[in-house]
């Protein structure tokens, strides 16, 4: 992305704002070292060990998309930012957008673990996902979640997201373990 595009959400909560934004390259090598954590491969469902020069390779892992209707398209990360002039503490990602269709995936992770289950992920979720309504046109978003991320399925689940498919052992994992996988789609109003 060549002009940084920033979106303020409020934290009522935290009593702060955050923000949504591009990333620098400096910004994904904190994502990649915030990643080296073996509890995550659990959650996401991939290698999350990458070296701190391999952010392409780290966008990449959190752009590959799981639903028949997604295309390879350029995938659009943001960092979650508490300060948008500090490092981000997680990303969110729009991917296998089909501007045919207006559908698109989403992708969440808060990877510093100081500032998981304190509403963070759920704000961002909501406010990429009007972001993808409302600028981009998207009329349907899904997501992948692997079967055994019950916290993030509720998660979405609590965004307004239905179940539509159960994909068993469908996922590979970094082990060679196949998982099931769960996909959920919330579509405009």
Same mark, same amino acid.
């Given at each position: 992305? $060549?002009?940084?595009?920033?979106?303020?959400?409020?934290?009522?909560?935290?009593?702060?704002?955050?923000?949504?934004? /591009? %990333?620098?390259?400096?910004?994904? *090598?904190?994502?990649?070292?915030?990643?080296?954590?073996?509890?995550?491969?659990?959650?996401?469902?991939?290698?999350?060990?990458?070296?701190? $020069?391999?952010?392409?390779?780290?966008?990449?892992?959190? /752009?590959?998309?799981? =639903?028949?209707? /997604?295309? *390879?398209?350029?995938?659009?990360?943001?960092?979650?930012?508490?300060?948008?002039?500090?490092?981000?503490?997680?990303?969110?990602?729009?991917?296998?957008?089909? %501007?045919?269709? !207006?559908?698109?995936?989403?992708?969440?992770?808060?990877?510093?673990?100081?500032?998981r289950n304190k509403g963070y992920g759920t704000l961002a979720l909501k406010r990429l996902i009007i972001y993808a309504?409302?600028?981009?046109?998207?009329?349907?978003?899904? &997501? &992948?979640? !692997? !079967?055994?991320? *019950?916290?993030?399925?509720?998660?979405?689940?609590?965004?307004?997201?239905?179940?539509?498919?159960? %994909?068993?052992?469908?996922?590979?994992?970094?082990?060679? $373990?196949?998982?099931?996988?769960? !996909?959920?789609? =919330? /579509?405009?109003?």
């Amino acid at each position: 992305m $060549d002009e940084r595009i920033l979106l303020e959400q409020e934290h009522t909560a935290a009593g702060a704002k955050f923000f949504l934004a /591009s %990333m620098t390259n400096s910004d994904i *090598k904190h994502l990649i070292k915030l990643a080296q954590d073996e509890s995550l491969i659990d959650l996401l469902g991939w290698n999350t060990f990458f070296n701190p $020069d391999e952010t392409e390779e780290f966008i990449e892992a959190i /752009s590959s998309y799981a =639903f028949p209707y /997604s295309r *390879k398209s350029q995938p659009l990360p943001f960092g979650i930012y508490l300060d948008p002039e500090d490092f981000p503490i997680g990303y969110v990602v729009l991917k296998g957008l089909n %501007m045919d269709l !207006l559908t698109a995936e989403i992708g969440i992770a808060i990877l510093d673990k100081k500032y998981r289950n304190k509403g963070y992920g759920t704000l961002a979720l909501k406010r990429l996902i009007i972001y993808a309504f409302q600028e981009l046109n998207i009329q349907t978003i899904g &997501a &992948a979640i !692997l !079967l055994s991320n *019950k916290r993030s399925i509720n998660l979405f689940k609590n965004l307004g997201f239905v179940v539509t498919e159960i %994909m068993y052992k469908s996922w590979p994992m970094p082990n060679g $373990d196949l998982a099931d996988m769960v !996909l959920v789609k =919330f /579509s405009q109003p």
